[in-house]
């Protein structure tokens, strides 16, 4: 399968003033905030769309917007200094068969390998004035690492800005340039906005300043594998490097996300764009003002997607919520009575429809304050209090094995011994052996280890094939696999 890339949208284009060719990554920055400001322009922007009669939509005209809003967007330019050499995409080799391997790649010019030297880079990305006192905000992968940092207004100002903080977490990072009553964006509700809604975004892509493209949004809540707690608002505006750290505009000429990577077999636009809400980028702000850092808020959980097999062997009515696989021992989540096979359905009151919902609400509650939880253990309505922790680096994951037994099932196994027990971290468990019929089918392989059947812990042979003649027609299986605990759901022979 031909490689594809998700890259961020910043240029760092041209090597300067040096001997020896190379390349160079920017390091890494701290957390950013920005405060949301009320436009310092007069007349409000025409709003363009109305759509009267339900499902028509008329003709869309973003002029206004572009009028009032534009001379809040600036042209950021960087210069950082080398450290090394390797190219900025390069990085441990992932599967090329992996459909879901692009979204570990990012945005990097193709600077020819050299050896080590004073090496500058020059890249730009775009942003937007918050506050009329200067205050900047951007992604926090136009500003990484960078040594000067010069913000273009569109009337052609130029200033030289200081780098607050940013954030690789949420990508969000915040700038400052010394001036006053600058024009300011207007600050929208992300929650509010809807799929197939227009949208507009100014930036300099490529370098070309102030540039207004626009289209729908194209889903909402979206999770990209790339380790973030950000549920991304995917859209089909035309993204290309340089539009990084610019604003997405709703109709009614309120920012609502920041624009921060493409999905692309090319490096250019293909349609597929991600904005961070701007709420998760002003929650960041905040805590960085107030406390200097930015602390997020962890369960001790892993959890899956509800698909429909695992509904059918759950005994779920509808297909909602977060499946938990596994729970850290000790974590907030033990504490507070989580068990493997719950589904979170609820958070603080807010409905967890997919399981991408889950970590962005958990993320953003303070650490030590209590929510609520609301499960569904067995078929059965429950809700949970749990003191919220704090997130850390380190992963939770425990090492493991699993799979197999025979006839309706598929699998050889046999009973962990007490060593291999202590070194997989679990207590029982059977090692499969051998795989077939529904259980291969399913994506169980050898070396898996099965710990529980339809939520029931198993240790024997013989307890497996009593629950297995005692399912239905479906059975979700807890396997562990090297440092990953998942249910899968088999449909029974």
Do not use: C
């Amino acid at each position: 399968m031909k490689q594809r890339t998700i890259k961020r949208s910043v240029i760092a284009a041209s090597v300067v003033a040096l001997s020896v060719a190379g390349y160079a990554r920017f390091g890494e920055v701290g957390w950013g905030r920005a405060d949301a400001a009320i436009p310092a322009v007069g007349a409000q922007p025409a709003q363009s769309v109305v759509t009267s009669v339900p499902g028509v939509a008329t003709a869309t005209d973003f002029s206004g917007i572009v009028q009032h809003y534009g001379p809040a967007v600036v042209n950021i330019s960087v210069v950082g200094k080398a450290e090394r050499t390797p190219a900025m995409n390069d990085m441990p080799e992932l599967d090329r068969d992996d459909p879901f391997s692009q979204f570990f790649r990012r945005f990097a010019p193709q600077v020819p390998r050299g050896p080590r030297g004073g090496l500058l880079v020059r890249g730009q990305g775009s942003g937007f004035i918050v506050s009329a006192d200067g205050l900047i905000l951007t992604n926090a992968h136009v500003v990484d690492g960078a040594q000067e940092v010069t913000v273009k207004l569109t009337d052609r100002r130029e200033y030289k800005a200081k780098v607050l903080g940013a954030d690789h977490q949420s990508d969000v990072a915040v700038i400052r340039i010394d001036a006053h009553n600058l024009p300011t964006v207007k600050i929208g509700d992300p929650a509010a906005a809807k799929v197939g809604e227009p949208v507009l975004a100014i930036g300099s892509p490529y370098g070309f300043e102030n540039s207004a493209t626009a289209g729908i949004i194209s889903a909402k809540s979206r999770s990209l594998p790339d380790g973030t707690y950000v549920p991304f608002i995917q859209t089909d505006v035309a993204v290309n490097p340089g539009n990084s750290g610019g604003p997405l505009f709703n109709m009614k000429g309120e920012v609502i996300g920041i624009n921060s990577q493409i999905y692309s077999q090319t490096g250019g636009y293909q349609g597929l764009s991600f904005a961070i809400p701007i709420n998760v980028a002003t929650q960041v702000q905040d805590q960085l003002v107030r406390h200097g850092k930015v602390s997020r808020g962890r369960l001790g959980v892993t959890i899956q997607e509800v698909t429909q097999g695992l509904a059918d062997s759950f005994g779920l009515q509808k297909l909602q919520g977060a499946l938990v696989s596994s729970v850290e021992k000790g974590s907030p989540a033990d504490r507070a009575g989580l068990e493997p096979g719950d589904v979170i359905v609820g958070f603080n009151g807010r409905e967890i429809n997919r399981s991408s919902d889950l970590p962005a609400q958990v993320a953003i509650t303070a650490p030590g304050s209590t929510a609520k939880l609301d499960v569904i253990r067995k078929g059965t309505s429950k809700t949970l209090s749990v003191t919220i922790g704090a997130l850390k680096d380190e992963a939770l994951a425990q090492r493991g094995d699993a799979q197999q037994e025979q006839g309706r099932l598929g699998l050889a196994v046999r009973p962990l011994q007490q060593d291999e027990q202590r070194e997989a971290g679990v207590h029982g468990g059977l090692l499969v052996q051998g795989v077939s019929g529904p259980a291969a089918k399913s994506g169980i392989q050898a070396g898996d280890i099965v710990l529980s059947l339809n939520g029931t812990p198993v240790s024997s042979i013989e307890q497996l094939r009593a629950l297995v003649a005692k399912a239905g027609k479906h059975a979700a299986v807890l396997v562990q696999r090297e440092n990953a605990k998942i249910f899968v759901p088999i449909e029974l022979g």
